[in-house]
């Protein structure tokens, strides 16, 4: 039903910055929250940061909080990580998932029922 493409991974030095985008097709809706995730080998899978479409919920890890920024541009229906003074901590393979929005429930806590293929990012020392 919702099909996710990822790009914008890549290496980059420590202290530096990259764009990940996530374009959404399919039949999409307005209900819809886009979460980025991450996970690096050994390591429980990250949720980074999530948005609604209406930007009105927003949520970020505390390990990316000041340094990392989603944004979406619902015309194109693409979700953007802002990442910026990546450290080698940030190592991973990153995610965009999409999942229902439900009243009351926290994006942490959703279903993310649709998912990317992934880009790997990887940060220097």
């Known amino acids: 039903q919702v099909q996710l493409v990822e790009s914008g991974g890549g290496l980059v030095q420590a202290g530096g910055s990259l764009r990940l985008s996530c374009a959404a097709s399919?039949?999409?809706?307005?209900?819809?929250?886009m979460g980025w995730f991450r996970q690096a080998p050994g390591k429980e899978r990250e949720f980074v940061a999530g948005k609604n479409w209406s930007a009105s919920r927003t949520y970020y890890a505390d390990s990316v909080k000041g340094r990392f920024t989603i944004s979406r541009d619902n015309a194109k229906n693409t979700v953007y990580l802002q990442m910026n003074s990546l450290k080698p901590e940030d190592t991973a393979v990153y995610y965009c998932?999409?999942?229902?929005?439900?009243?009351?429930?926290?994006?942490?806590?959703?279903?993310?029922?649709?998912w990317g293929q992934g880009t790997q990012v990887t940060v220097s020392s």
């Open positions: 399919g039949r999409t809706f307005s209900s819809y929250a």
């Open positions: 998932a999409a999942g229902r929005l439900r009243p009351g429930v926290p994006l942490t806590s959703l279903e993310y029922d649709y």
